[in-house]
């Protein structure tokens, strides 16, 4: 059952654009991550909010921007992107941070 | 910082078979090891864990195992069928009072063959 939602599914943008990303959980989880899986399936985790703050911020590029609204919700934003950004996005979320993860479906995003 | 190393890329074994997919890790203070499963074109879902405390754990065809001296952990299925075919990714992350992170490994695609 689904209960990480991620939107869009799918993002094709050319080099320089922005692009945004939802996420959504409703498990009532009070942390939430976004990691990048690259073509080769390699996860890395970019950054991590407990209860609206940050608390983990990876060495990712400066376009990156994660934004909280409350604890269901985490987006991020990447300002101008580069052809490495190409990947899959995935959001999760924890009760607490060291529990299981519940994973969302992911946004590809293509940069041409 | 903690590096996880999944050994095998790619695992194929006959349904009914038992598979083993094994996992090292560096930091000696990771403590709590969870695996996930990644379907074909599906996003990656919890299946098992184990924490430090105990050296193994055992859920219906799956057991872990981990070796602390070694630093190694270790994913058991027996009885394999071809739904088990996925790419499963082994975790470490520290149990620190401060927040603590998963480093995935680099994922282990297994083949279920009839």
């Known amino acids: 059952e689904t209960a990480v939602f991620q939107t869009p599914n799918y993002h094709v943008t050319q080099v320089g654009n922005e692009v945004s990303f939802n996420c959504k959980q409703t498990l009532g989880h009070d942390t939430m991550y976004w990691y990048k899986q690259d073509s080769k399936k390699l996860l890395k985790i970019m950054f991590s909010y407990n209860n609206k703050q940050l608390i983990v911020n990876e060495t990712v590029p400066r376009r990156f921007s994660p934004q909280s609204s409350d604890k269901a919700h985490l987006n991020l934003r990447i300002k101008s992107v580069e052809p490495e950004d190409s990947a899959v996005y995935l959001c999760?979320?924890?009760?607490?941070?060291?529990?299981?993860?519940?994973f969302g479906a992911g946004t590809r995003l293509s940069v041409l | 910082g903690e590096k996880v190393e999944q050994h095998e890329s790619t695992l194929s074994v006959r349904e009914g078979d038992s598979a083993v997919i094994n996992c090292t890790y560096t930091d000696t203070a990771s403590s709590y090891f969870p695996w996930y499963k990644q379907e074909a074109g599906k996003s990656l879902h919890f299946v098992i864990d184990?924490?430090?405390?105990?050296d193994r754990k055992q859920s219906q065809r799956l057991t872990v195992l981990l070796d602390k001296k070694a630093k190694r952990f270790s994913l058991h299925i027996t009885a394999t069928q071809p739904e088990d075919s996925a790419i499963y990714f082994c975790a470490a992350s520290l149990a620190s009072s401060s927040f603590s992170k998963l480093v995935f490994g680099q994922g282990t695609s297994l083949s279920v063959v009839p």
């Open positions: 999760a979320s924890s009760f607490g941070t060291k529990n299981t993860l519940y």
């Open positions: 184990i924490r430090s405390n105990v």
